[in-house]
Antibody, heavy 118, light 107 residues
Framework: QVQLVESGGGVVQPGESLRLSCVAS????????FHWVRQAPGQGLEWVAV????????YYEGSVKGRFTISRDDSKNTIYLEMNSLRAEDTAVYFC???????????WGQGVLVTVSS | DIQMTQSPSSLSASVGDRVTITCQAS??????LNWYQQKPGQAPQLLIY???TLQTGVPSRFSGGGSGTDFTFTISSLQPEDVATYYC??????????FGPGTKVEI
């Protein structure tokens, strides 16, 4: 079955960088786009970024534009989120999610915690 | 940017009750709306896509409706396992999405 497994989270100081990974299995990876969605402690879901199946179209939420980069490696069935210049407000659980059909997300990873604190 | 609102922000109902949540978009989104359920400590789960299509494997007590700017999500007979937060999500042609603030359902 489809599985998405995130990794790479941790505790970093403001201004530092972190790279998240999301490894997918049980699917034809190149056929799907993926989202990164985050959830700050006790808060709702916030969309972060999307990458289309072609790897060329990438879009970002306003507060992360210019700081975060989404990418994919189809040879490794992996989605990445490179996060630079991290801020306290980036503290959240980060989920990757598969895009299916007309832009709904039917499979999600378990999430990975990123904590930005001095 | 399209903004999404949900009401109520929380509700408490009894087992067997009919529960309805509304979601409003700041502009016409046709039927570009999905609904997710999130239980504490878990990832979101897709329930409804395209405003009214039930995802495979999701119980038929869940339903969705609406188009344009106004949408509804209904649980026809609330069950104990339905305790969760429910989010609406709109999407556009670029696959960018916006979530509503969520509705916490308790028993």
């Amino acid at each position: 079955q489809v599985q998405l497994v995130e990794s790479g989270g941790g505790v970093v100081q403001p201004g530092e960088s972190l790279r998240l990974s999301c490894v997918a299995s049980g699917l034809i990876f190149r056929n799907h786009g993926f989202h990164w969605v985050r959830q700050a402690p006790g808060q709702g879901l916030e969309w972060v970024a999307v990458i289309w199946n072609d790897g060329l179209k990438k879009y970002y939420e306003g507060s992360v534009k210019g700081r975060f980069t989404i990418s994919r490696d189809d040879s490794k069935n992996t989605i990445y989120l490179e996060m630079n210049s991290l801020r306290a407000e980036d503290t959240a659980v980060y989920f990757c999610a598969r895009i299916a059909g007309v832009f709904y997300s039917d499979y999600w990873g378990q999430g990975v915690l990123v904590t930005v604190s001095s | 940017d399209i903004q999404m609102t949900q009401s109520p922000s929380s509700l408490s109902a009894s087992v067997g009750d009919r529960v309805t949540i509304t979601c409003q978009a700041s502009q016409d989104i046709s039927k570009r709306l999905n609904w997710y359920q999130q239980k504490p400590g878990q990832a979101p789960q897709l329930l409804i896509y395209g405003a009214s299509t039930l995802q495979t494997g999701v119980p038929s007590r869940f339903s969705g409706g609406g188009s344009g700017t106004d949408f509804t999500f209904t649980i026809s007979s609330l069950q104990p396992e339905d305790v969760a937060t429910y989010y609406c999500q709109q999407y556009d042609d670029l696959a960018t999405v916006t979530f509503g603030p969520g509705t916490k359902v308790e028993i």
